[in-house]
T-cell receptor, first 115, second 116 residues
């Protein structure tokens, strides 16, 4: 069975602070895919990144960076110099391919960036 | 690219009526579409997986006769909430996966349903 754990339910930071959102996953499959989605107050889920299980390179996109470590089954997300517009719920998700590529979501982390 | 639309964005209806929600992939063909339900401050709960031209696969505990899903084309899937009741009030979100077999799901903006 697959499982995604986002232990941080809520995080509150002040603008310009760096913040890391944790994600730990469980799967028995050797090939799998990890995702991060952002859900702002409007409700729409915005795709941020996909990472394949065989690619452990960390990735940076502007103020966003992701640290994928298979040894600890973690896929953490860091926002550098946070901004108020980063306030949202962030979901980590996992799929192992197979039939239809169903996603298993974590419970989400509510990030509030205060001015 | 990879834009998914949903219509309507929100709907209020009387108890006992049926409501249809449309999900469209605007710039790609989607072999598979997914329907989720989300309660306030909770994660997404997968309701069903919809494949073009075949019957939807429902998750355990989701009533097939209550939530009718039709995936008639590679760009359109519909969810009909039949005989809606107040407990069906929720945020319904669809997603679509590209036909080319890519793993990423792209999500629609969601539909807020309020049943009075």
């Amino acid at each position: 069975a697959q499982k995604v754990t986002q232990a941080q339910t809520e995080i509150s930071v002040v603008e310009k602070e760096d913040v890391t959102l944790d994600c730990v996953y469980e799967t028995r499959d050797t090939t799998y895919y990890l995702f991060w989605y952002k859900q702002p107050p409007s409700g729409e889920l915005v795709f941020l990144i996909r990472r394949n299980s065989f690619d452990e390179q960390n990735e940076i996109s502007g103020r966003y960076s992701w640290n994928f470590q298979k040894s600890t089954s973690s896929f953490n997300f860091t926002i550098t110099a946070s901004q108020v517009v980063d306030s949202a719920v962030y979901f980590c998700a996992l799929n192992s391919g197979g039939s239809n590529y169903k996603l298993t979501f974590g419970k989400g982390t509510l990030l509030t960036v205060n001015p | 690219g990879a834009v998914v639309s949903q219509h309507p964005s929100w709907v209020i209806c009387k108890s006992g009526t049926s409501v249809k929600i449309e999900c469209r992939s605007l710039d790609f063909q989607a072999t598979t579409m997914f329907w989720y339900r989300q309660f306030p401050k909770q994660s997404l709960m997968l309701m069903a997986t919809s494949n073009e031209g075949s019957k939807a696969t429902y998750e355990q505990g989701v009533e097939k006769d209550k939530f009718l899903i039709n995936h008639a084309s590679l760009t359109l899937s519909t969810l009909t909430v039949t005989s809606a009741h107040p407990e069906d009030s929720s945020f319904y979100i669809c997603s679509a996966r590209e036909r080319t077999g890519r793993e990423t799901q792209y999500f629609g903006p969601g539909t807020r349903l309020l049943v009075l």
